[in-house]
């Protein structure tokens, strides 16, 4: 049918690089949700279960029960730094659910938990961009290259999202001009 997304090829092993990549992403803030709601630990179970499914576990009810938590948890934060931080947990925990859909959106999968990280540390230091940015750098380096294989097989991440957006598409372009050598 016309306007069906084409297919992606994704091995199980593929969702678990993915998600791998996205719980470190979500770690490197998580301090940043627990500093403002330390008795929450929905963010922390989102990203402890992506790591159970990075190593070796099942992709079911669980994970997706976690991200949901994490996002509830977002909702109840009383910083927007520590609602970016519990939105990267719930996107670490989302990230197993990579679609096979050859569609620009699922680039949120792979690269949101990394741009939440990112605007959860802008805000923690006032709204500095700059402090993003040197986040979804370091983020860059951390991409393994079965992530950004994975990443490159899809088309290039969507316009829109506001300032989260603009970072995945800063940290998407960064991921796609990186070679094997790289």
Do not use: N
């Not at 992606?8 to 992403?25: E, G, P, W, Y």
């Not at 922390?44 to 997706?64: M, N, P, Q, S, V």
């Not at 609602?83 to 792979?110: D, F, N």
């Amino acid at each position: 049918m016309t306007g069906e997304a084409s297919e992606i090829a994704l091995s199980k092993q593929d969702l678990r690089a993915v998600t791998a990549f996205a719980a470190a992403c979500a770690e490197t803030v998580l301090e940043v949700f627990e500093g403002d709601q330390p008795e929450d630990s929905r963010p922390r179970d989102a990203i402890d279960t992506a790591w159970e499914f990075a190593r070796g576990g099942e992709r079911g009810k669980a994970l997706r029960d976690r991200a949901w938590a994490a996002l509830k948890a977002a909702k109840s934060a009383d910083t927007e730094a520590a609602r970016e931080a519990a939105r990267a947990a719930m996107s670490a925990a989302g990230a197993a659910y990579l679609h096979p859909l050859a569609k620009a959106t699922q680039v949120k999968h792979i690269l949101g938990a990394a741009a939440h990280a990112a605007r959860a540390a802008e805000l923690r230091a006032d709204d500095d961009r700059s402090v993003g940015a040197e986040h979804i750098e370091q983020t860059a380096h951390r991409a393994t290259p079965g992530v950004v294989d994975v990443l490159k097989r899809f088309p290039p991440a969507p316009s829109g999202g506001g300032r989260v957006g603009e970072l995945i598409r800063t940290l998407d372009a960064d991921l796609r001009s990186l070679t094997l050598a790289d």
